[in-house]
């Protein structure tokens, strides 16, 4: 479980990067969900013991990109 943690937050940073283009801040309303997934996922991982290691950077890859992502759709209005 860690590793798809991880390769979820891979892919939600890859999406957030592409999300800071100007006019593609909508794309932060499908990476959040992802990124939420991937926290969710690394938690468990991280709660059941396996791959400790790789669990923690998948929780802060989507950290990551949870936060920024929600910091761009507020600075651009997506979320009031």
């Keep these: 479980m860690g590793i798809i ?3 979820i937050g891979i892919i939600a940073i890859f999406i957030m990067v592409l999300a800071l283009i100007p006019l593609l801040g909508w794309i932060n309303w499908f990476n959040l969900p992802l990124a939420a997934t991937g926290w969710i ?3 468990v991982a991280l709660i059941k013991g396996k791959s ?5 950077i998948g929780l802060m890859l989507c950290s990551i990109a949870l936060l920024i992502g929600t910091a761009r759709l507020i600075a651009g209005g997506g979320i009031l």
């Design 52 to 56: 400790t290691l790789v669990a923690i």
């Design 5 to 7: 943690s991880l390769l």
């Design 41 to 43: 996922v690394g938690l």
